[in-house]
């Protein structure tokens, strides 16, 4: 189920509110979708912090930068936390997939941009699909076809809970070995880490003995330095790659 959330603050125009609640309810007629609008001086300090460490990690999925700079304002301000300006979430089944404005390969995404392209959309998947290739296309593809990333390998679940956070992917190889997978569109630091940490909540919580449990990393592309860090580490590392057939 496709939610939007549109965060907005005492500095937002009445006519922006208005413009962006017609948009909104047109797509809900449309396509069925459903849209929460927030008042950001509502929230409590800590469900700010919450929102903004969430924005920072769908920022991360996506590879999109949401830290304004000189370029316009951004859903995170430069002091780290939420704006104040407005923002939109988009949400499937309860789970923050996007959110607006960002940027993308120096493209700027805007609130009204993305609303105008679903509301003319015939299909919600046909605006939504166009805006660029992200953590959840790479999760479709290697868990309907694991073979991508190891003959043998069969796929368990996505967004496994453990203490601590989720696992984006989880596979088992032909010796039972356990492969736990961070996605990323470009691999960074904190994917790292990430995955590092998963082996022993993993292995506790899941009763899997911890040598048989494959820490990697699943991704378009990774810089040489990271991809160095992790052959240190012992994290596997998969890039997605087109091989020419004909």
């Given at each position: ?5 549109l ?17 909104l309810?047109?797509i809900g ?8 609008i ?8 800590t469900?700010?912090?919450e ?6 990690l ?11 700079k ?14 104040k300006?407005v ?5 499937e ?14 493209k ?8 105008n392209?679903l509301?003319r ?7 939504i699909?166009?805006e660029s290739?992200s953590e959840?296309d790479?999760?479709r593809?290697?868990s ?5 990333i190891e003959?043998?390998?069969?796929f ?9 956070g ?6 088992t190889?032909?010796r ?7 996605i ?8 790292i880490g ?16 911890a ?5 990697g990393i699943v ?5 040489e ?18 091989e020419?057939?004909?």
């Amino acid at each position: 189920m496709l939610e939007y959330r549109l965060y907005i603050t005492e500095e937002t125009d009445a006519v922006s509110v208005g413009s962006y609640k017609a948009l909104l309810e047109g797509i809900g007629e449309k396509h069925g979708v459903r849209y929460e609008i927030i008042d950001l001086a509502m929230l409590e300090d800590t469900e700010r912090e919450e929102l903004a460490e969430a924005i920072r990690l769908v920022s991360r999925r996506n590879s999109i930068g949401v830290v304004s700079k000189g370029g316009g304002a951004l859903p995170i301000s430069r002091n780290k936390k939420v704006s104040k300006h407005v923002i939109l979430l988009r949400l499937e089944d309860g789970r923050l997939k996007d959110v607006y404005p960002h940027e993308m390969n120096k493209k700027r995404m805007e609130i009204a941009s993305h609303l105008n392209s679903l509301l003319r959309a015939s299909e919600l998947s046909e605006a939504i699909g166009q805006e660029s290739v992200s953590e959840q296309d790479i999760s479709r593809m290697i868990s309907t076809f694991p073979g991508m990333i190891e003959p043998g390998l069969k796929f368990m679940d996505t967004e496994i809970e453990v203490s601590g956070g989720r696992i984006d992917a989880v596979f088992t190889d032909e010796r039972g070995d356990h492969l736990l997978v961070e996605i990323e569109i470009e691999a960074r630091d904190n994917a790292i880490g990430q995955v590092q940490r998963f082996r022993i909540p993993y292995a506790q919580e899941y009763d899997v003995p911890a040598d048989r449990i494959r820490p990697g990393i699943v991704c378009a592309r990774i810089a040489e330095s990271r991809l160095n860090a992790c052959k240190g580490a012992g994290i596997e590392v998969y890039t997605l790659a087109l091989e020419r057939k004909a």
